[in-house]
């Protein structure tokens, strides 16, 4: 009975001895099991992340860049239809100025007749139903322009307005390398190579309690007795229980931290991918609202580039309308000069021609009286038909003007000519 006694003393601690290296062993599977779980999970989300990590900057990038081009569109929309605006104002200016200037400027110096009851002026001379039409083209047209300016500057606010409700989530500065997640698998193989141990130990402390139940129940069966030696190895075995249980629950520990070392890298990796995907989505939504606007805008863009060339086209007329008008007023001096100097040509030239014919009396006089000496003189004694065309008189030349007296004024265009008169 001594020996059972002794025997059933030894099988207590060994049974909890056992039970807690069953628990270590256990835990550490599970221990285990997460970190496989965790780092197939970080396999997997690693190529991922890192190809946000990296691109995330160039989205965010593309992002700001898109509300700077959105807000430069616009103000340069607004800058060019304000701009044509002026334009237009100041061409008007233009045209009412040398329109004031023709009213004003009246025809009388060159002796035309007005064509109007009351005064005649330069102005009666345009049409200025062309100019009017001309005007009212490029109103139409600011008009057309502005609305879309208009349009497109609500657009613009609303998209601003929705880009500036996103917020995309600030990228934290993490380091992650395939280095890394390869370090964690290392230290999983550790965490595997000490569960190999403690299964090892396991196997022999359940062992020991089996030789030790089996010994307990042959010497109740049985009966008999146990050596001294027998009994030295099961106490020896159970007394090296304790040191192995702290032994394990010391790999257990290393387990535990080596799991917690993953299960943070893990958790880590989890929230940083899910920022990351949330980051992505505000870029992917920011994104889609100015496709969005792009799309509704693309219509809009073609029409304004006609309506801009179309309005160009219309003032640069209307601009040649003005150039034209104020060349007109410049040429009706130029006229004017023109008219005094053909009336003092006239004048000279009715001078030289009175002159002429003066000259041409004389001359025709003078020969009319020699011939008639010669005839008196000579001609009684010469024979009518030795020269026939001696009794002939002298030629006589007249000046005749050829001109349309009720043309351009009193300015009149001569065309002298000689015509050879036998009196």
């Known amino acids: 009975m001594a020996t059972l006694e002794k025997l059933t003393r030894l099988s207590e601690p060994s049974i909890q001895g056992a039970?807690?290296?069953?628990?270590?062993?256990?835990?550490?599977?599970?221990?285990?099991?997460?970190?496989?779980?965790?780092?197939?999970?970080?396999?997997?989300?690693?190529?991922?992340?890192?190809?946000?990590?990296?691109?995330?900057?160039?989205?965010?990038?593309?992002?700001?860049?898109?509300?700077?081009?959105?807000?430069?569109?616009?103000?340069?929309?607004?800058?060019?239809?304000?701009?044509?605006?002026?334009?237009?104002?100041?061409?008007?200016?233009?045209?009412?100025?040398?329109?004031?200037?023709?009213?004003?400027?009246?025809?009388?110096?060159?002796?035309s007749h007005s064509i109007k009851d009351g005064k005649h002026t330069l102005y009666d001379h345009i049409d200025q139903e062309a100019v009017d039409s001309l005007e009212s083209r490029v109103k139409q047209y600011l008009q057309q322009l502005q609305d879309i300016s208009k349009t497109n500057s609500e657009q613009c606010t609303q998209t601003l307005h929705k880009i500036n409700h996103i917020t995309i989530p600030e990228a934290e500065d993490i380091s992650i390398t395939w280095e890394g997640v390869q370090a964690m698998g290392n230290l999983i193989a550790?965490?595997?190579?000490?569960?190999?141990?403690?299964?090892?130990?396991?196997?022999?402390?359940?062992?020991?309690?089996?030789?030790?139940?089996?010994?307990?129940?042959?010497?109740?069966?049985?009966g008999g007795t146990l050596s001294i030696d027998d009994y030295n190895v099961l106490l020896h075995d159970t007394d090296e229980i304790p040191g192995i249980v702290a032994d394990l629950e010391e790999a257990l520990s290393g387990v535990r931290q080596r799991a917690d070392e993953i299960n943070v890298r893990h958790l880590q990796y989890s929230a940083f991918f899910d920022e990351s995907k949330r980051r992505f989505a505000a870029v992917s939504e920011i994104s889609d609202i100015f496709s969005e606007y792009v799309q509704t805008a693309a219509g809009e863009q073609s029409r304004y580039v006609a309506l801009v060339a179309a309005l160009d086209t219309a003032l640069e007329d209307m601009w040649g309308l003005v150039t034209w008008y104020r060349q007109f007023h410049s040429a009706y001096d130029?006229?004017?000069?023109?008219?005094?100097?053909?009336?003092?040509?006239?004048?000279?030239?009715?001078?030289?021609?009175?002159?002429?014919?003066a000259r041409l009396d004389a001359l025709h006089m003078e020969e009319l009286q020699t011939r008639a000496a010669f005839v008196d003189k000579d001609g009684p004694y010469l024979p009518s038909d030795l020269c026939p065309f001696i009794q002939d008189p002298p030629s006589r030349f007249v000046i005749e003007?050829?001109?349309?007296a009720g043309r351009f004024a009193s300015v009149q265009s001569h065309e002298t000519r000689y015509m050879k008169d036998t009196a």
């Open 19 to 111: 039970q807690s290296v069953k628990k270590i062993a256990k835990d550490a599977n599970e221990l285990v099991r997460q970190s496989q779980e965790e780092h197939q999970s970080i396999c997997k989300i690693h190529p991922k992340l890192a190809f946000l990590i990296a691109d995330s900057h160039v989205q965010i990038k593309l992002c700001q860049s898109l509300e700077g081009n959105l807000k430069r569109h616009l103000a340069d929309l607004e800058s060019t239809v304000q701009a044509k605006e002026q334009q237009a104002n100041d061409l008007f200016q233009e045209m009412a100025t040398i329109l004031e200037l023709l009213k004003s400027r009246e025809v009388n110096e060159i002796g």
């Open 401 to 404: 003007e050829v001109a349309d």
């Open 190 to 222: 550790d965490s595997q190579s000490a569960i190999d141990d403690i299964s090892q130990d396991l196997q022999s402390v359940e062992r020991h309690c089996d030789q030790l139940r089996d010994t307990i129940r042959d010497l109740e069966v049985q």
């Open 334 to 357: 130029g006229l004017i000069a023109e008219v005094h100097r053909r009336r003092q040509a006239q004048r000279d030239i009715l001078a030289a021609v009175d002159d002429m014919r």
